[in-house]
């Protein structure tokens, strides 16, 4: 299990540990680092514009060669390492200290005057052809080759496509969350709040917010996704707004598109079980609620052995007595081990938040049996990868090691659904949605494995794709800013590694031709699905695919590896060639 959820959300949890995992500590430096007399970071729209134009060309040109001279060299783009938040959505907190609006209003900043940037993400909830290696078959059709297997994501409120509706050059996570002496510098220690960002959305008129969460609706939906469980924060304020605002996104977009109703039991601040059901009862008036083929509603909480099996009997009496609602509990559970018997009487099914680490996927096959001996259904933790840098810990990803091998336990352990943790969880580095970072890079490949997953056959390869994946530097680099707290590695996590991974999907066998840094090779891949690690070095990096003397698909990381940081990024970054 990884550690507690984000600082953002928990008002905060002091442990930082999960089951089998020790927290590493918050084991602060003194800050012996100052930055640089001259040294400035380079906005983030210069990072956006020449990562979209980069995608572009290495997607678009078949003909284009990453080994010549200056290929793909972005001297502009900007170093690695912005920052981080307190309590973002908070009553009093966030980019305007203010409760979010209620659904039909807007808040703030309409975008007048403001000039669109030109990003991807406006359409990101639309799949270009060829994006993907395979044929993704249509959502109508997952649904009903999947009968029970459904496939979620968690959503977590604070971080939504835009929090201000202003271009991306000058908006909240730029200005604060992106930059280490934002928010006044409360979040320098660490070098600020995150690392990654939503891919920006251009200002819109209207109930913008209701615009924008229709949109990941839709860019859900387009993956192959059943739904979101929608962690429940709070019971007021813009992540209570927001919530709402999200079940009429769905709703609205596609009505079979449902949310998993997950009170977030280390941030709700009651003892009294009435209150949360008047919470998610609201909540689940609407249509949007995930509900079971009989009619119940399905509750999964968050670190449900805060609270007794006593206590959540009576938040199910009170939901039937009081609000007419049949419930379904599916607790999910930072530590499985000790709390799933005593909660089994009372369970239709179980959940974990699980481990952040290729190496630590073990027992995933052990807790499915366990849940199905007990006759209860088992919903099966993904992840891609956890870096924090306000609690100073990550875990070793190993690229998209992470991302395949907890995706293969839940294909090969039999689970009856998966939870994507996280869907957009910035400040975990835990985002599975399309981010600046990494594209859509992680969502494409788990839309590989979800078809799979629902339809019990892999999905042909049918179109050369390559996916490389790199942190942007060492993962023992000694940052020069004015970071003090640098994050060291989980007990329990692999070791970390300094490696640059091409997983390719190919049609048929092709030599595979690579660039890290100074270094050229090649390699022979076979048709399938076909990993190879290679050094990391300081420099771009780049691969292209290459059959019957001709390149057929080419990419190159937008960002290069630095040998000197100023701010430490140890989360990796995805690019994809199949993506414009």
């Known amino acids: 299990m990884t550690a507690d959820r984000t600082t953002a959300r928990r008002a905060k949890r002091q442990d930082g540990t999960h089951p089998g995992h020790r927290a590493a500590g918050r084991r602060a430096r003194r800050a012996s680092h100052r930055r640089r007399a001259g040294m400035r970071r380079r906005p983030l729209l210069t990072l956006l514009l020449s990562g979209c134009l980069l995608t572009g060309l290495v997607a678009a040109g078949i003909a284009w060669d990453p080994f010549t001279a200056g290929a793909g060299q972005w001297a502009g783009a900007p170093r690695t390492g912005e920052p981080r938040p307190g309590t973002p959505g908070a009553p009093g907190s966030g980019p305007s200290g203010k409760a979010a609006p209620a659904p039909g209003k807007t808040r703030g900043g309409s975008g007048k005057g403001a000039e669109p940037v030109p990003d991807a993400g406006d359409r990101i909830d639309k799949r270009p052809a060829g994006a993907l290696p395979f044929d993704m078959p249509e959502p109508a059709a997952l649904r009903s080759a999947a009968g029970r297997k459904l496939v979620f994501a968690h959503y977590f409120t604070p971080y939504p496509l835009s929090l201000d509706n202003v271009r991306a050059d000058k908006d909240y996570y730029t200005r604060n969350y992106l930059d280490p002496e934002g928010e006044k510098g409360k979040h320098e220690r660490y070098g600020g709040l995150l690392r990654d960002r939503p891919l920006p959305v251009t200002p819109k008129s209207g109930n913008w917010e209701l615009a924008n969460l229709q949109q990941e609706v839709r860019t859900a939906r387009t993956a192959g996704l059943d739904g979101f469980t929608l962690d429940m924060l709070s019971l007021s304020g813009p992540n209570w707004e927001r919530a709402n605002l999200l079940m009429e996104a769905a709703r609205s977009v596609d009505p079979h598109f449902k949310i998993m109703l997950m009170p977030d039991m280390t941030s709700l601040k009651t003892d009294d079980p009435a209150v949360v059901a008047g919470a998610v009862a609201a909540l689940a008036k609407s ?21 007794d099996p006593a206590w959540w009997t009576r938040f199910a009496d009170v939901m039937k ?54 006759g209860k259904l088992w919903m099966q933790p993904v992840s891609v990868q956890d870096a924090r840098p306000n609690q100073g810990v990550f875990d070793e990803a190993g690229n998209t090691a992470t991302l395949r091998a907890t995706w293969t336990r839940a294909i090969d352990d039999g689970a009856d659904w998966v939870q ?30 979800l078809t799979r997953f629902k339809t019990g ?58 660039r890290t840094g100074s270094a050229k090779a090649s390699h022979q891949a076979p048709a399938g699905l076909h990993a190879k690690l290679l050094p990391l070095r300081t420099g771009t990096h780049a691969a292209a695919v290459e059959r019957g003397g001709k390149t057929v698909t080419a990419v190159e990381m937008p960002r290069p590896v630095q040998g000197k940081v100023e701010v430490q990024d140890l989360q990796y970054h995805a690019v994809t060639s199949g993506r414009k």
């Open 457 to 514: 056959s892999w999905p042909e390869i049918v179109r050369d794709t390559l996916y490389v994946t790199a942190r942007t530097q060492f993962a023992a680099a000694d940052p020069t800013g004015d970071q003090s707290l640098v994050m060291r590695l989980r007990r329990g996590s692999a070791a970390a590694r300094d490696t640059v991974e091409v997983l390719s999907f190919l049609k048929a066998p092709a030599t595979v031709r690579t």
């Open 420 to 449: 994507l943790t996280t869907w957009n969880d910035y400040s975990e580095g835990t985002q599975f949605a399309p981010s600046v970072n990494n594209g859509h890079a992680y969502l494409d490949l788990t839309s590989y494995y």
């Open 287 to 307: 249509p949007s609620a995930h509900r079971l083929a009989d009619g119940r509603l399905v509750v999964s909480p968050f670190k449900a052995e805060v609270r």
């Open 321 to 374: 007595s009081r609000h007419g609602i049949r419930t379904a509990l599916v607790p999910t559970f930072l530590d499985f081990d000790s709390h799933h018997a005593r909660f089994a009487p009372i369970s239709h099914g179980f959940s974990e938040w699980g481990s952040r680490s290729y190496t630590g996927q073990e027992g995933a096959a052990r807790d499915v049996r366990r849940s199905h001996d007990l």
